[in-house]
């Protein structure tokens, strides 16, 4: 789960980084950015998951 | 952000260095912030660890940390794409060899990062109280300092591509960060997080229904607070003129608005806590004031008081959820480093681009800024203090975190002339 957690938080960045290089045009740069941000929040919480089970079992 | 050099006038310049010799304030109150929420068993450790990982973070930022961060207009490596060039990494000299400072703006610069990248060192150790042992608390801070903040630093204020945002993307000005939101407090708190995750919670915490561990010295804390505000001020005004090309007159407006969220942040912190608690809390309270300077930090210098007021309404609000929210999912954090400089530098740097407009687009680079420290400060320092960590084991074995890392690690403790407390813990 942490390590899904942490790629979803790089491909996210790579979204938001790629959305930069690739378009040009307001409407469509919002919605990638917005969509790898989003996508960044679900890693950061599967991450914060996973640190809470390991917890959990020691 | 600025992609060249600001061009400051003979007063600007000797006010700005008069800022930058008020920076180490605000290092030294963190560093009291950290030793009073911590143990009195620990307290001598946590100053000393302070003093260690300062000037680890300025060896390291000299040698290396420099070079990668380089300067507006200075020398870097490009991405050409698309037939335009993105700057990536500054590719100054080594131990800043090459960099003629005949230009007293970028000695300033050098002068106020070496102070910046000391501050951004001693965030972590919050979050490591009580069981960060002082070798691994150093190397940690040498990839830090060497590493994780010189490449987002560039990116922001070394002229990189999220500063290139505006001129390049059309995003407003490209990310804003005049006082260090996200550059030293996110960086440093989300290094803190890394670190918080890594030694696991403090031997106690979370056995049986849980247990508060209070600070040792709360008057510590507090009187860091006030130290904190002197030296945020400073920060704030020579980074502002710096980095975003604030003129010496904003200089007023940025101490108004430092003060003004500081001040709300505290009352807001105080009046969640009374309302849920029954009465203030003066730790988190504490946390509302400087939670309040960070999220400021970003648009310090281009907010009117009004809105800054409002930015730290929102921080201190933040500040008491996130602090419980950190301690139900089992991330130990003795002094609120990660609620104070994680959580209050993304939302400051989120708030620049909710309330200042010069142009368009502005909240699309701050979202890649946003996106920036968690997609690629969080992973990278979590990566490289997890094989810090299976290099040299970072956490102070069973014996040592029961008997203090005053004794175990130092071999004298704080207060020999006091007894030591029989009972630690408080039952919530």
Known sequence: MKVAGFFLLCAGFAIVLCTFLLLSTTAPRAAFVLAGIAMQALGFLLVFRAHYTLGEER | MQTQPVALTEAGMAFCMGCIFLVPLAAAGLALVNAGFGRGRSAAHSMLSALCVFAVAVLTYLLVGFSIQGFPGGPAHLLVFGGRSWNLLGSAGLLMRGTVFNNPTLSLMACLQLFSVGIAAIIPLGAGSDRWRLRASCASTALLAGITYPVLAHWVWGGGWLAQLGSLAGCGNGAIDAGGAGVIHAVGGLTALSIAWILGPRQGKYEDMGLAIPGHNMPFVLFGCLLTLIGWMGLDSASAMLFSGAPLGSVPLIAVNNLAAASVALLTASVVTQLRYGKPDASIAANGF????????????????????????????????????????????????????????????????????????????????????????????YGLNWLLDRIYPQRIGLNGELQGLDMSELGAGAYPELAQASRDYLSR
Do not use: K, T
């Open chain 2, 290 to 381: 400087v939670i309040g300077l960070v999220a400021i930090s970003a648009a310090c210098s281009l907010v009117s008081p009004a809105i800054a007021a409002a930015i730290g309404l929102v921080a201190g609000l933040a500040v008491p959820f996130s602090v419980e929210w950190l301690d139900r999912f089992g991330c130990d954090d003795p002094s609120g480093s990660i609620s104070v400089h994680a959580v209050g530098g993304l939302w400051g740097v989120l708030a620049a681009g909710l309330f200042v407009h010069p142009r368009p687009g502005q909240w699309l680079a701050q979202a890649a800024m946003i996106s920036a420290l968690l997609g690629f400060v969080l992973p990278l320092s």
